[in-house]
């Protein structure tokens, strides 16, 4: 048995382990952007503070972007405050992210690195590396020119050629560059056609330069679209009559393409339900794997309530994560019977509206005698307020103590004010999920948040996680 400070240790790293999956610093819709970052703020300088190693192990977990960028920082600016084995494995959680992190999220942490005068070895060195595995310099300093600049100044170091020295920081200095893209560059201020060699977010800029026609623009410019941008382009194209723009939905991140398709109009999702109901299929099969079919028979009570509109930052999230996890939990069940909380039935069709009684609707996924309860909501009960909290509390006390179904919540929201993700009920686990790709790794930490998780055991854990992670 635990101590008591251990298992207070246990519950400081798994509140905290929630806010970094779930907060991203954005309004949400019980609180605002300022309230959101104060709170994050201070639960990333209390986890530094009092659990440095176990703070650098949530780079190995399914934390968001904004946070890891935020993980790394504060270790990099307390380098000065670590021992060689920490620096060491941080060293190798930090090299790992980043080459996870999407690339402008990286640019832009060295930026505040570089603000906030980082400037250490380490922090060289981590930049160096990071640089090296880069696959095309070329395409980075076309697409990121001034964070490329301000990173190399950074660092101290050279660019990796001669050219593309010139190119940074004396781009006049040449006539003509020898790398096609640099030379696709140079040549687009005064050439039109040289325009649709460059990235997108680069060409855009020459087109309104040379007042380019927006359709004949995306037109001619589709090939060099990433799947996000095809994704993000796709209906503004549709409206230009811009055919050559078109996503292939089937190759979309689960969680993306649900967002995707709540930010169509019910018209459109009914007139693309054959469609957009075969991608998201196929993109839950995919994110499913060798577990499909595994999980026996699942129940889920999934949240359409009108607070899944999430806010104006972060429009439709919460809604969108209920679908992806809709999605994926009919993949991974044998058997499947989903429960949203309006009582509507068609998925696709969904949208944010009315109360949420999650205690009825949980009385009625326990009504099918599911092997496994998954719950997808904020936890703000309230019709009627805290049913769910009392209906869960005499399953598990009365009708199922050996807890023969397994019930977890997942929350998508991250609850400012109490600094974690809201739970429903004491007597269940509940973690924070912000992609329902990694649903089936979050069920398994949300089990050491039950109120009996012992430091030890999830210790043990996240040192498994973090030695798959820098292996992999």
């Known amino acids: 048995m635990s101590s008591r400070s251990d298992r207070l240790a246990a519950e400081d790293v798994l509140l905290f382990a929630n806010a970094a999956i779930t907060a991203t610093g954005q309004r949400e819709f019980h609180s605002e952007q300022g309230q959101q970052r104060l709170s994050l703020d201070f639960?990333?300088?209390?986890?530094?503070?009092?659990?440095?190693?176990?703070?650098?192990?949530?780079?190995?977990?399914?934390?968001?972007d904004h946070n890891a960028a935020l993980i790394i920082r504060r270790l990099l600016e307390s380098a000065r405050e670590a021992n060689g084995e920490q620096r060491r494995t941080e060293g190798r959680l930090i090299a790992r992210r980043l080459e996870l992190l999407p690339p402008q999220r990286v640019y832009r942490l060295f930026r505040d690195l570089r603000a906030s005068g980082v400037n250490n070895r380490r922090t060289r060195a981590i930049i160096r590396d990071w640089l090296t595995t880069r696959p095309d310099p070329a395409f980075d300093a076309v697409k990121y020119r001034g964070a490329v600049k301000t990173t190399l100044r950074?660092?101290?170091?050279?660019?990796?050629?001669p050219e593309l020295g010139d190119f940074l920081f004396a781009p006049h200095r040449r006539k003509r560059f020898d790398t096609p893209l640099l030379e696709?560059?140079?040549?687009?201020?005064?050439?039109?056609?040289?325009?649709y060699e460059l990235p997108y977010t680069v060409a855009e800029g020459?087109?309104?330069k040379h007042r380019i026609d927006r359709a004949v623009f995306l037109e001619r410019i589709a090939p060099r679209l990433t799947r996000l941008e095809q994704l993000r382009l796709q209906e503004s194209a549709h409206r230009l009559d811009a055919s050559a723009v078109r996503a292939d939905l089937g190759r979309m991140s689960l969680t993306r393409l649900a967002s995707y398709v709540l930010a169509l109009s019910l018209d459109a999702r009914a007139g693309r339900r054959e469609e957009l109901t075969a991608a998201l299929a196929v993109a839950a099969r995919r994110t499913a794997g060798?577990?499909?079919g595994s999980w026996g028979r699942v129940a889920a009570v999934l949240d359409d309530s009108f607070s899944s509109f999430g806010s104006s930052a972060k429009r439709r999230r919460p809604l969108a994560v209920a679908l992806a996890c809709h999605c994926l939990l009919r993949e991974l069940a044998a058997e499947y019977v989903p429960l949203w909380t309006s009582g509507r039935t068609d998925a696709l069709l969904g949208y944010p509206y009315g109360a949420t009684p999650l205690g009825h609707r949980i009385i009625d996924a326990l009504d099918t005698a599911p092997d496994r309860l998954v719950i997808v909501s904020d936890g703000w009960d309230n019709a009627p307020p805290g049913l769910a909290a009392e209906v869960l509390r005499v399953w598990r006390g009365v009708l199922d103590p050996d807890e023969r179904v397994d019930v977890v919540h997942l929350n998508p929201v991250y609850d400012?004010?109490?600094?974690?993700?809201?739970?429903?009920?004491g007597v269940v686990p509940t973690a924070g999920v912000r992609n329902a790709e990694d649903l089936p790794a979050l069920v398994e930490l949300?089990?050491?948040?039950?109120?009996?998780?012992?430091?030890?055991?999830?210790?043990?854990h996240l040192a498994d996680r973090t030695r798959t992670f820098v292996e992999t």
């Open 416 to 425: 400012a004010e109490n600094f974690e993700v809201r739970r429903i009920s």
């Open 154 to 161: 950074h660092a101290h170091l050279r660019p990796p050629t």
């Open 290 to 292: 060798e577990q499909r």
């Open 206 to 208: 020459f087109a309104v």
């Open 184 to 195: 696709a560059w140079r040549r687009a201020h005064h050439e039109q056609a040289a325009l």
């Open 446 to 460: 949300a089990h050491f948040a039950t109120g009996r998780a012992e430091l030890s055991g999830l210790t043990a």
């Open 43 to 64: 639960l990333h300088d209390y986890m530094l503070g009092n659990y440095r190693e176990l703070y650098a192990a949530m780079l190995a977990l399914e934390i968001n």
